[in-house]
């Protein structure tokens, strides 16, 4: 069995200093890893960045993140990223990571993903040359996400984004802002790998549960939506197999 620990949307500066390190000292008899699913900081500055090293890092159990849009917001997010490597985090832009936990490998592909809305309700590619930039952006990331995922040799696989590959999660928020919370083009890459999990942030006022097309288990797991420091998930237990308990 893998015990996977996630939280989002921690928005970390000097104010939250000690806010979560009390259960994060719990971690190791709890949980295997921790991912974090994007906005670590509140406004991405370096300063920040090390508040957020110095409430998540040193832990006993490996640390994965994505950024999200909040860590993008001072055109910064290059150095902070780099105060999170060096706190010994794992920054996954496009990219994935194999864990071996307990014996079994961990497999996790994130991106922060971008918008765009879902089937029925989103933007597409055509007239102007912002409206190109924007999906352009979100498909550039997607499908870096899903070659990532696809391309991960492991046991049990999990995708860790920021913004929503689905619309179920963001139930609860405004329907007008869902363009802004996620788009279908990150559940179609989650779709066409064996993922066995999808973790997300970004929808504060959105819902925990939700599955992909193709059938996914997707969660959201901001923190004002989970209301404790991490939520946590078990994969490849042997009531489940491969998949997720309760899934
Ligand atoms: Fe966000």
């Known amino acids: 069995m893998i015990r996977i620990a996630a939280v989002g949307d921690v928005?970390?500066?000097?104010?939250?200093?000690?806010?979560?390190?009390?259960?994060?000292?719990?971690?190791?008899?709890?949980?295997?890893?921790?991912?974090?699913?994007g906005d670590l900081t509140r406004h991405g500055t370096v300063d920040?960045?090390?508040?957020?090293?110095?409430?998540?890092?040193?832990?006993?159990?490996?640390?994965v993140v994505v950024l999200g849009n909040h860590d993008h917001q001072s055109d910064q997010e290059l150095?902070?990223?780099?105060?999170?490597?060096?706190?010994?985090?794992?920054?996954?832009?496009?990219?994935?990571?194999?864990?071996?936990?307990?014996?079994?490998?961990?497999?996790?592909?994130?991106?922060?993903?971008?918008?765009?809305?879902?089937?029925?309700?989103?933007?597409?590619?055509?007239?102007?040359?912002?409206?190109?930039?924007?999906?352009?952006?979100t498909e550039a990331i997607a499908d870096k996400l899903g070659a990532a995922l696809r391309g991960l040799e492991c046991d049990a696989l999990v995708a860790l984004t920021h913004y929503a590959?689905?619309?179920?999660?963001?139930?609860?928020e405004p329907l007008e802002i869902y363009p802004f919370l996620g788009s279908y083009l990150l559940g179609q890459a989650i779709d066409s790998a064996p993922t066995a999990l999808a973790l997300h942030g970004h929808a504060h006022h959105g819902s925990e549960r939700g599955r992909t097309p193709g059938g996914v288990p997707v969660r959201n797991v901001a923190h004002p939506v989970i209301k404790q420091a991490y939520n946590v998930y078990q994969l490849l237990s042997e009531e489940a197999g491969a998949g997720l308990v309760n899934a």
């Open 79 to 137: 150095q902070v990223m780099d105060v999170l490597r060096d706190a010994g985090m794992t920054v996954l832009e496009g990219e994935g990571t194999v864990l071996t936990l307990n014996g079994h490998r961990l497999g996790v592909a994130g991106a922060k993903g971008f918008g765009g809305g879902f089937a029925g309700a989103c933007a597409s590619s055509f007239g102007e040359r912002e409206m190109k930039n924007f999906v352009g952006t």
């Open 165 to 172: 590959p689905v619309p179920e999660t963001l139930t609860g």
């Open 11 to 37: 928005h970390v500066d000097k104010d939250v200093l000690g806010r979560y390190r009390p259960a994060l000292e719990q971690l190791p008899d709890v949980a295997d890893v921790l991912l974090i699913a």
């Open 48 to 63: 920040e960045a090390k508040c957020m090293a110095q409430e998540f890092g040193g832990l006993a159990v490996p640390v």
